[in-house]
Every structure is written in structure tokens, then in C-alpha cells.
């Protein structure tokens, strides 16, 4: 599988990760996965962060290990802006707002996470209307999550009555049929470059 690369020197390459790939490897080795498939041209190339295997996107892989250090203290640091579009079941009244809800792990049903006010941690999304399809019942949403919790915007929008079109996890059954893959894309990055601290943006259009 090639992957391909929007962008690339020598500290650091941002590529688009298919839909359908794991990030790193998982419980099943024969599983192909985006790193170990860049590591074939791009040997010293280390993960930065992740995204679900449904979730297609951009992401940002660093090539040295100073590299690696300075862009994970951007993400650790919220200094890294993420933009990522998705449809979702239903017609969403508010253009724009804030979902701050807690969230932890669903341990008996892991992978799944779920809302906890008690000992959840601090979980916000941000989200802006971009379309609205009544015909369908669906909205074309633009999500700004300004946390980084495991399966934080699947969960946000499920809670608000608006689940992932194609979400495996927190959509009920119409929805989750509702499209062959999860309509989740991760479409625009915003950070600093560890060598110049230039700031640099990406975009990747969503493919639904």
C-alpha cells in the first residue's frame, strides 16, 4: 500500500492515512499498518500521534528523535490546531458551539469510551455547521477538538444526538449502515516547525 505524502524534509513528513489502516501496529501482526509501511522507505520514522483505523487523514510523522520530542510537546501543549470534518446523522439546530463533556474508557467494552462527570477527564470539541442536508436527514459538520481524547469526537456527537455516519461504536444500527466507512476526516494541521518554529498548515479534503 502506498501512502501518500503531502509534504516532506528531513525532519519530517505529513502524509494522509487511508481510512481502513491502523496508525501503529495492533493486536493482529498481520494487520498492515502506516507506520511500519513508512518505515520501509523512511527507516528512522517515529509516530507523533494517532488516528482511529476508521478515521482517514492527515498526520504528522517525525524522521529524528529531537523531531519527535519538540512535536509531542506541541500536541502535549495544545499548540497543534486540528480541523476535521465529518457528516452526521440528523440536522444539528446550533450553526456552532461547544461540547465539554468527560470522558474515560468503557472498560468492559473497550475499545469504547464513554461520558463520566465523576472521574472522566475534561473532553471539548468544538463544531461548526457547514451544510445541511434535509433530503437526508444528515449535517456536514467542521470539528475542532481542542482535547485529544480517544474517540472524543465519536463520542461528543453521539451524546449530542448526532453520531458519525458509519461510526461502528456509538451509532445505532441505520446510522452505522448509513455509509460504508466512518465519515470522519481528519482534513487540516496546524503547527510549528521544530527547526524554523515557522508555523505551517496542511489541508486534505475530505473524500465524502
Known sequence: ??????????????????????????KNPALDNLIDL????????RIV???DMATSG????????DTHRQLGKQFEQRRVNKTYIAIVNGIMNCDENLIDLPLICDWPNRPR????????KPAQTRYKVLSRDSEHNQTRVAL????????????HLAEIGHAILGCEFYADENTKLAAPRL????????????????????HSDAPF
Open 113 to 120: 469510551q464513554k461520558v463520566d462527570y465523576d472521574t472522566g
Open 1 to 26: 500500500m502506498q501512502i501518500p505524502i503531502i509534504y516532506r524534509d528531513e525532519s519530517l513528513l505529513v502524509v494522509e492515512k487511508p481510512a481502513g489502516l491502523l496508525s501503529v501496529p495492533g
Open 183 to 202: 465519515l470522519l476526516h481528519a482534513s487540516e494541521l496546524t503547527f510549528s516547525h521544530p527547526e524554523t518554529n515557522e508555523r505551517m498548515t496542511f
Open 38 to 45: 513508512l518505515k520501509i522507505e523512511f527507516p528512522e520514522a
Open 49 to 51: 500521534h494517532r488516528l
Open 144 to 155: 475542532f477538538p481542542i482535547t485529544g481524547r480517544s474517540h472524543q469526537l465519536r463520542v
Open 58 to 65: 492527515l498526520m504528522i510523522i517525525a524522521l529524528d528523535a
